[in-house]
């Protein structure tokens, strides 16, 4: 496994845990604790896990005096990226479009709203990427190297 | 003006006609009946297409593969590439920028209008747009300097 594979599995393995424990989180407090749900969307915390994928860099450095990236990784990355900012506009037009379809043209959205808007698209930029970057080198250890 | 150029061009006009016709009706039967169901639904489906039509040149080098004249080669591919790349990074920052900004106007207490949504989505069309034809222009080279395809 390349380096760009394993930063790429990384990420994924810290979204997906981040993820799925806020959202077990957010059903336990609902469901067994009975908590408003204002209060239990607190289980959100757990997405600060997120922040270790800024870790991923520093845990799998680049080898000196090795080529560690050539012209086929660089189309994979360009391809990865795309493909994540593509599912991002469409989500960042859904985000946008959706208050209005609900609460009509005379509504109002608490500004909150928006900085979750960021978070939710980086957290969806940064997964989309991971996952286009395993399909593309494949998911398994198929004996590349950097 | 090699072929590629005339191709852009070509874009840049069924790229206006797609947006301008539906856009154009939109506004209309918003302001015939009032802003209902339809007309923010053919806005938000304008806004997506907007935003993702860089995926129509490829998707017609892909469909025009089996004609012999190349128009659209592996340069203009990467060129393109790095524009779309470029005018994400643009949007990228326009988008943080706008929710950031709109978080200082109004404090962390504060409401906005939803109609403020549909206005920053068309400022990142435009601003996407604007990117990458500059970033392709810059790429080209603005001049004529004699391409063919």
Avoid at chain 2, 29 to 48: C, E, K, N
Avoid at chain 2, 117 to 131: N, Q, S
Wanted: charged share 15%; hydrophobic share 55%; glycine share 10%.
């Amino acid at each position: 496994m390349n380096r760009a594979q394993k930063i790429a599995r990384f990420n994924l393995i810290v979204i997906l845990t981040a993820l799925i424990l806020s959202v077990t989180a957010v059903g336990i407090f609902f469901f067994a604790f009975d908590v408003p749900i204002q209060g239990a969307l607190g289980g959100f915390g757990f997405m600060g896990i997120f922040g270790f994928t800024g870790l991923s860099p520093f845990l799998y450095k680049k080898e000196t005096g090795k080529v560690s990236f050539d012209e086929r990784d660089l189309l994979i990355q360009r391809k990865a990226y795309l493909g994540a900012y593509a599912i991002f506009w469409v989500l960042f037009v859904l985000g946008a479009m959706i208050p209005f379809f609900i609460l009509g043209p005379k509504g109002t959205i608490s500004v909150r709203y928006l900085p979750a808007m960021v978070f939710g698209g980086w957290f969806v930029v940064l997964l989309i990427q991971s996952i286009v970057t395993l399909e593309e080198y494949g998911w398994r250890d198929k004996g590349e190297k950097a | 003006m090699n072929q590629t150029k005339e191709v852009s061009w070509f874009y840049f006009v069924l790229g206006l006609a797609c947006f301008l016709i539906p856009g154009s009706v939109a506004v209309f039967i918003a302001y015939d009946r009032g802003i209902s169901f339809a007309p923010v639904l053919m806005f938000t489906g304008i806004v997506i297409w907007g935003g993702l039509f860089w995926l129509f040149p490829f998707i017609c080098d892909k469909l025009g593969k089996r004609k012999k004249k190349v128009t659209f080669d592996e340069r203009d591919q990467l060129i393109h590439k790095k524009a779309v790349m470029a005018a994400y990074v643009v949007l990228w920052l326009y988008f943080v920028a706008a929710c950031v900004i709109a978080w200082c106007i109004v404090g962390p207490h504060g409401s906005i209008s939803v109609n403020v949504m549909p206005l920053t989505l068309l400022g990142g069309l435009v601003i996407f747009t604007l990117a990458q034809g500059l970033a392709t222009m810059i790429q080209y080279g603005q001049r004529d300097i004699g391409e063919k395809s």
